[in-house]
Each structure stands twice: as structure tokens, then as C-alpha cells.
């Protein structure tokens, strides 16, 4: 579409796992003409995917991070591989890639070599904890910084029931600011023609996805023993009644922050008017207690109705089933079917609305070297050079690729497909 923000804009992703794929599919995702390099045998989210989710032999791991993106498979080992890589370097705005620190440069694609080829290059790095530093070398899963940036601690109760957040986040947050950063630089070189190093990490991903808590901790100055809290209390720094409750029929609700003797008169419990005085946050390990068993008395049903009615700030614990069936998913379009290449699949659309419209899904590299190709056509490569590569398996590129046709339609929710 011509009227795609970063229409023009071309970006080398030199991504494996979450991070990186995730920063170069928010920039497809906004028209950047995204090449997605690859290994031979294909990236590493081709391979796996949670809870052994594939369709018709495609991951959904990479499916949910590949989106609008092109395919070149390619040995970076071989000669003709890395002249391939640079030719394309000479000619993108910006490099991304999340490997371990050095693994470029000795390949031969680090950041001093890339500029040498492209002075004006946006080059992007993301890692598990940094460029530098003592933990510079080691390995950067989500999992890991969830636990080294305090959001383990912080989720749970640090000392009794640490609790890591049951979705890749970092990964994801790190993706976001990632593609912001590299936005940021390229609206200046369009303005200045200058290029720019861009470097985020994990664990400071990690950091920013707390910068309430972490304020709130140092320069509160608190010690430690604040993270013990009551086990309905959703965190150590708000106060009562912010947390999840149990319902007589054993459903969970969270209920936020509300007038206490509103609370207390919608719940119709003595105890919590006579705490409604009360220091929420000093007490709130007595206040959350005298909150659960009021709700306890409860059926969802009753709960809600008396909450609406209110005007109380609360919202049903919802899983995934519960979300392909919510109505404001449904009205909000946030997921999308997807049919192409002979598959069909639901995935979450991308979440900003530009103009009143979601932004379109075009394409899907289906297998690795899809656009092989096309790509090395580009370059200026006849067919028979093409072929030459693809036989020595300096590139790769399957025999007969799939349509990138894509058909899409909003997702009607799983009880009515």
C-alpha cells in the first residue's frame, strides 16, 4: 500500500527467537519492505513452537512474529553468502538483528563493518543484558531476565511464592521499543541523512516494564519485607483491595481501587465499613483478608451484578477460550484468519488503529528462502546464477513456493467458527 507509513523503508532482520522477529514485524507491519535472513535449514522459530502448536508443519511461534516480511535463506559461511548479505547492507536503511554479542562480527556483519558499507545504516542491536558488562555473554531468554530484573520477585510474593508473568513479555516489550528506536533514527536520517547506532537489551526491557514500581521502591525507600503481602494482593505497592478473588462458585475476579465504603456497602460486610477508615496500604494485608471474605460470599453472578450496578471498578479473570468469545475482542477486531499458502490459522492483528483502520496483513513467508529468488533478482541475478546458488546451497529456496496470497477476515470467535 502506498499510503503505509514507512512505505520506502528498507530493513535487513538478522533476527532469530522473539525480540528481534517481533521489532521487524511492527516494522512490516507499517510498510517497511522487511528481508527476513536466514540459515539454510531456516530460523530457529520455524522449528519450535509452544505447546506444539504447528499447522500443517508451520510453527505458530513463527507465524505470530513473521508477518509481511520476505524470505532469504542463505549460508553467511560461503563467499558468495556474505557478498550476498553486503550487497544488501549497501542498499537497506537499517540492520536489526538480536544475536549474542560478537556473533556478528565474526561472521563478518558487525556494526564497524556494516557502516563501512553503508555510512548512512541504521544499525540496530538488541541482546539478553547489554553490549558490555559482566553479563554481556550470557544467555538472554525471557524467562531469565523476568528473574534477574525483579519482575519474578515482583509478580509473586518474593518470598514464599515468587511467580514468573505466564507470557513472553520482555521478549515482546523489547520488540516494541526496539522498532520505536528504530523509527526514531530513521525520521532523522530522512532529515539529516545521518545513520545511527541503536542498542537495547532484555534486561533493560525488563527494567522499563516496571518503571512505576521501581520508583516507587527506591524512593520510597522501603526495605524488602514490603513484598510480603496478603496472597489475593496483585502487588507490593498498591494498596488494598488491588488483587484477584475467589467468588462462592469458584470464579476469580480482580477488583481495583474504590471508594471503601462504597465497597463495603456493595459487598454488604460490617467488617469492611469498619475498616474503611483505615490505612489501605499499612493494612492492607487485614483490609485484602476482610475483601476475600466478602467476596467469598458471593456467586459471579450476584458479584458482577452488584458491582455494575455500583459503578465499582472490577473485571472477570478471563484465559485464552474466554477472549475468542469476549465481545470487545470481537468488536475490537484483535484477531484476524488467515488463510494462505493452503493454510488457515487465527492470529492477533496488530494493535494500533491508524486512521480508523487496522494496518493489513500482505504476505507470509511460509518457508525459508521464499523470496529467495525474488531477492537475488533484485541484486541484478539471471535465473541460471540463481539456480547455481540454490544447487550449492549457498542460498536455498523451495521448488515450487506457495502463493503469498493472503485472505483474511475478522475472526468470528471459536463457538461460532
Known amino acids: 500500500m502506498n499510503d503505509d507509513m514507512l512505505n520506502g523503508m528498507k530493513v535487513l532482520g538478522l533476527c532469530h527467537y522473539l525480540q528481534g522477529p517481533a521489532a521487524t514485524q511492527y516494522l512490516a507491519d507499517l510498510g517497511a519492505d522487511v528481508i527476513k535472513i536466514e540459515p539454510i535449514a531456516g530460523a530457529h522459530e520455524r522449528h519450535w513452537a509452544g505447546a506444539d ?90 524467562l531469565l531476565v523476568q528473574a534477574r530484573c525483579g519482575l519474578v520477585a515482583g509478580t509473586g510474593e518474593r518470598f514464599t511464592a515468587p511467580k514468573a508473568v505466564g507470557a513472553a513479555v520482555v ?55 514490603r513484598y510480603r503481602r496478603h496472597p489475593d494482593l496483585a502487588t507490593w505497592f498498591h494498596e488494598a483491595p488491588y488483587g484477584v478473588y475467589r467468588t462462592r462458585d469458584d470464579r476469580f475476579v480482580v477488583i481495583g481501587l474504590n471508594d471503601p465504603v462504597l465497597l463495603a456497602q456493595t459487598l454488604n460486610s460490617s467488617r469492611l465499613m469498619s475498616l474503611a477508615e483505615c490505612n489501605r496500604y499499612e493494612d492492607r494485608d487485614v483490609y485484602a483478608a476482610a475483601v476475600a471474605e466478602a467476596v467469598l460470599g458471593f456467586d459471579f453472578g450476584d458479584f458482577s451484578a452488584r458491582f455494575d450496578q455500583s459503578g465499582l471498578w472490577y473485571a472477570p479473570v478471563q484465559d485464552y477460550a474466554d477472549l475468542q468469545v469476549d465481545p470487545q475482542a470481537l468488536h475490537n477486531e484483535v484477531f484476524e484468519t488467515i488463510e494462505t499458502g493452503g493454510l488457515r490459522f487465527t492470529l492477533l492483528n496488530a494493535a494500533v488503529r491508524y486512521d480508523g483502520k487496522k494496518l493489513p496483513t500482505r504476505r507470509f513467508a511460509l518457508a525459508a528462502g521464499a523470496d529467495t529468488h525474488a531477492i537475488l533478482s533484485d541484486l541484478g541475478m539471471d535465473a541460471a546464477q540463481i539456480d547455481d546458488l540454490v544447487a550449492r546451497r549457498v542460498v536455498a529456496a523451495p521448488p515450487d513456493p506457495a502463493s503469498d496470497t493472503v485472505r483474511t477476515r475478522p475472526f468470528a470467535g471459536a463457538l461460532h467458527e
Not at 94 to 108: M, Q, S, T, Y
Not at 200 to 213: H, I, P, T, V, W
Request: glycine residues 10%; hydrophobic residues 40%; aromatic residues 8%.
Open 171 to 225: 521478549d515482546q516489550h523489547g520488540g516494541a521499543l526496539l522498532a520505536m528506536a528504530v523509527v526514531a533514527a530513521y525520521v532523522r536520517k530522512l532529515t539529516s541523512g545521518r545513520g545511527a547506532r541503536v542498542e537495547s537489551s532484555l534486561f533493560n526491557a525488563g527494567l522499563d516494564l516496571q518503571a512505576e514500581a521501581l520508583a516507587a521502591y527506591i524512593n520510597a525507600g522501603v526495605e524488602r519485607d
Open 53 to 142: 502448536s504447528f499447522i500443517d508443519g508451520v510453527s505458530s511461534f513463527f507465524l505470530c512474529a513473521n508477518r509481511n516480511k520476505r524470505s532469504l535463506a542463505v549460508d553467511l559461511k560461503t563467499p558468495e553468502g556474505r557478498d550476498i548479505v553486503e550487497r544488501l547492507i549497501a542498499r537497506s536503511d537499517a540492520v536489526v538483528e538480536n544475536f549474542r554479542p560478537g556473533v556478528l562480527d565474526r561472521l563478518g556483519f558487525g556494526y564497524e563493518r556494516a557502516r563501512e558499507i553503508n555510512p548512512a545504516l541504521i544499525y540496530a542491536s538488541a541482546t539478553g543484558f547489554g553490549a558490555s558488562g559482566p553479563m554481556r555473554d550470557s544467555p538472554g531468554q525471557d
